[in-house]
């Protein structure tokens, strides 16, 4: 008899989200780093960067945890209390709610905005 | 062409302090005042020309690859004695201190120990990569591939609860690094003091005696003692390391003074700088020079081994008796030759640049760590402990005019008046510093939280901004607070949205229902509690494991060769089980919103009945749009703290004493309580963004208040009396721990000696109601408005921001507006 396995409040959304936390930057090389797809979370209207880390990770307010956009076709999940937690320069090509933003502030010498906020050195280049 | 007497009149006049000191200073000071390199942040970004240093991280990470097999300190230890012994080194023209972190003086440190979001943010930084750029991609890419992953923090989120990390990683709820990877330690001078090779034998010693004990009857006493031998090995190998540092400066002083000097004064004191280095910090100092060439080895050292934010200090009590010998008793240098040296002291400390995440760059503008010196005070029975060197402090902080470090004094009623009108002058020629600090309040407070014997407690020194901590061998905190800082408006926020977070999108605090249900301020109140409860807790809980796995997935080596009682038991200093007392806090950023808005809730929703709840709740989720008439009753109606108005300060003091207790019932991995420590840096202007609107009636974007304590910007209306009675309605004893207190005084009504008795019946009311903390801007309005139209012009204006003080134009236009928007308080 297969043992059932048993409830655990690990094998979660939280546990889903804490390895989203510790495993955003796993980009290798250079290359990788420096590429800022054309439909990228960073230029949506509906990612709001972290204010704990400007590493460019940060969260959407549309796509809940759990979903995924590298699986074909893409699982987007729009119920949850979190929302999904993505890089600046995560491709989101696949994305239905993909929605360009107008305005992107690059500039970080002022104190800054989640919502607006994309200072990274890559985000500067690719909105010039 | 030289100055003259009467222009130099004319600069203080009109109250152009910067000039003053400029052409009254050294010609030493003012080179090297001039050629110090600014590190800290221009609002979020690093000045042009700041570089990131990266031959430290390799020299570490190279060491640290090689031996794997060690235990995490002696690896550690390791990888720092490589750096130190390695690291190019360099002597700046004219100077007399020697030692910077980092290998050029234009660079900043990080630490890719520490954590592997940080190390990619700077691989994303803007403008602070050593050209060729693309070479330092591959090096940086390098580093990152290494570490990512396998950081302390990385470390640490694996054994967290998975939803207080990501909680507590939202950035919506509080700040920093649960991890000495970034946070700051008290130091135990005396303990160093003895001279780093007579700290080498004491562990000599020790570890011999261990050996013994190993070597006889079998125990299982005896299993913890095989853990001890690497760590005492690792402090010895980082003093040994130190030691060299040293002596390579000595090496290349001798070198440019036997080979390339002609000036034969420079020749001269580049031979003593060699002596000094062959001294210290082998020896105990036995001069001024020694002393603080001393000091300053210390600081730097500590700073290869992690991201020390802060420096807990006393450094007039430390280098007063060799100032007094050198310049008093044996007349050994003149006092400007002292001076010239505190001087130095101020700018060397300056120089030091550690990269900060950008959180941090927002909410510590314009500085790259709050040095906040401890000044003044007592001695351990009493007696007062100022002396010629703390005035002399005050003196030439006037004339080299850096905002980092900044003095944190110490006042009680023994102070001469000589030293009040020194301090007095600090203040009126626009530092912003030093802060006052009550000391028979803030000592009562050590003992009454913490439980610091009287004579521990009289030695007590700011472990970061604000908070006392005794820098004595039980009493020395080796992790910053742990960590926790709280977003506390947050609490009021989550209370009328049912726990959730509109800006970071997620259910953050626990369900206490919808506001709308609740049917007296009582019940609303009860939701607050919960909130706030809830909020205390999970920083607490995530920094107190942070704090107690640090050993194992950080490691302190110098900081444990830096404490006695690390030294004695063979421990990492972090261990939390060696015999620390416990002195944590939690920062309370954004608290004083609660008070408005509490009481704008129970004036407008409860007790008038001019708005229902549903109508605030839905006009707040609006960010007010469209309710200007009602977000303006919100703001003009409401009763606001600050007027000495029983109606808000009796919430005030209510949310103060829930949280005090609650305070009392949570532990720090010590044992001991926690208080709230009411303050805001520039966490203000970061948050703006983060914290929704409010019904205080702030809208999402507008700057927060700005103190602990201090009134909403041009909230208090009813004069300076009016706000200090406001917040000596507070216990600052039992009620939570140093109150910050900003206030803006006008230069013009303060200058002379009426201006100077003003300030000082001002302080005497701040004493007589209780109060522990206060700090002053002294610029006006039209210098500061000059500034922000032409900043070339005004490099040298420096401003209180919170807790510690900027350059007016390294702040950014937000920070700026909103110290503008301050109430400038008249006395008298």
Redesign the interface.
Known sequence: MTRKKRSS??D?K??Q??DG??????????EA??TVPDIACGKCKNF?E????????G???VVKTGSDFTVDPPLILLEG???MMCMFNMDAAKCSHFDLMDIIDT?????????FRR????M?KAMS | MATTAKEIKEFEEKQEWWWVAEKTRSSRLDYLRKAVWKKGALGGNYAPGIEIDLEFPELYTETWQENEGDPIMLRKAKSIGNVLENLPIFITDQSQIVGCVGSAPHNIVSYWQGASMINEEIYNEQGILPQPEEKSLERLAALNEYWGGNTALDELAKVLDPEDAVKFMSGAIGWGTPSSAVGYATKDFRHIGKGFENIIEEIDENMERTDKLLRGNPSPDLLPLYDKLPRWEAMQEVLDAAIEYAARYARLARIIAENFETDPKRKEELLRIAETCERVPAQPPRTLQESIQYDHFVQVVVRYETYEGAMPHRPDYLHGPFFDKDVNINKSITRDDALDLLGEHLIRTYEIGIFSPRWTREGLQGITGTWVWTMGGVNEDGTDACNDCTTAYMQVARLVRIANPTFSFRWHPKVKDELMREIFECIRHGLGYPSLRNDPILVENAMYWHGHPLREARQWVTQSCMSPCPPTKYGCQPFRMASATANCAKIVEYTLHNGYDNVVNMQMGPKTGNAVDFKTYDEFFEAWTKQMKWLLNILVRTVALGRAKDPEFFSRPILSAYYERAVETGTDAVDYTNGERGNAWVTAFTWVENADSLAAVKKLIYDDKKYTMAELIEALKNNWDGKEEMRLDFVNNAPKWGNDDDYVDDIMVQCLKTTAAHGKEIKCVCGNNIPILPENVSGNIHYANVVSALPNGRRLGDALYDGGISPGPGLDKKGPTAVLKSCGKIDHVLDGRAFLLNQRLSPTQLAGEKGYQLWKSYVKSWDDLGMDHVQFNMVDDSTLRAAQKDPEKYQEVIVRVAGYSAHFVDISRKTQDNIIQRTVQGLG
Request: proline share 4%.
């Open positions: 409040r690990r979660n939280w546990n989200m804490r936390l510790t495993n955003l930057s796993t980009a290798k090389g250079v780093r420096e709001s972290s204010p704990y880390a400007s590493d460019g990770r969260s959407c307010s209390d979190t929302g500039d970080g010498n002022e104190c800054a905005d989640p919502q200072a990274q050195r890559q500067e």
